[in-house]
DNA sequence: ATACTATATGCAGTAAAGTGCATGTAGAGT
DNA sequence: ACTCTACATGCACTTTACTGCATATAGTAT
């Protein structure tokens, strides 16, 4: 074992994290900004208990951060690393867009995303 | 199912290689200069078959090329989007380095890479 | 042909991650 | 206090990946 070994084991446990379409999904959706979970429940299509697992994971790997504001709690990432990656990746983030069925304060228009 | 899903499922596999140890000290190790397997092997401390399964990965994901040269298989990257992730992860490339009990030309130094 | 060296492959057991569902919690409104 | 909404958690099940070992192949040399 090497010194660089413990790099190698720690750089795959990033990519461990980078390695599933939903939490990319996420990620690429919170780059944008950040968002409630039923907000991005409606971005994936996915049941809300799915979608705050893999938030879960994220968060507790130190990727994302969560802020209650009232009932709704937003994510944000928190990890400028993970952000170069997913550039690098991906592409430059897409512009902020409402989400049609989402029932979040962003996309209901009161704080307005919709231009 | 959105026109950026399918990029979702795809970078996350190659996430998935780049998620695991010793693939990486792999590449990391083969972006230094190309190697054969069984210096591979001497780098990692792990058997032969170890090492060829996972080069395996690499191959058929087509990360990685093997050329024959007698005896020897030497792989290479080709992949550049996977040496600006391993760049981004790593940090620069290590110098080349000669490998105490590795039986590969290269380090038993008929082709000199050891000064 | 035989034997040796370098590498590849197949398979089985084990460990880990992904997934779905039921349920728990906490704040907001009435 | 009750209820509703938004979210979190725990658990069982399934799937996938990792690992080790035995064995196969292919080139080289004698």
Excluded: W
Excluded at 7 to 15: D, H, K, L, R
Excluded at 72 to 99: F, H, K
């Amino acid at each position: 074992m090497n010194q660089r070994s413990s790099g190698y084991v720690a750089s795959a446990a990033v990519f461990q994290l980078l390695a599933h379409a939903s939490r990319l999904h996420i990620l690429d959706e919170l780059r944008r900004r950040p968002a409630c979970v039923c907000h991005l429940q409606a971005v994936l299509g996915r049941p809300q208990a799915y979608v705050s697992q893999q938030l879960r994971v994220l968060r507790e790997a130190g990727v994302v951060v969560d802020e209650k504001d009232g009932l709704n709690v937003y994510y944000r990432i928190v990890d400028g690393y993970i952000l170069r990656l997913l550039e690098e990746t991906l592409g430059p983030a897409e512009p902020v867009q409402c989400v049609a069925g989402c029932p979040c304060p962003h996309c209901t228009g009161s704080t307005g995303c919709c231009s």
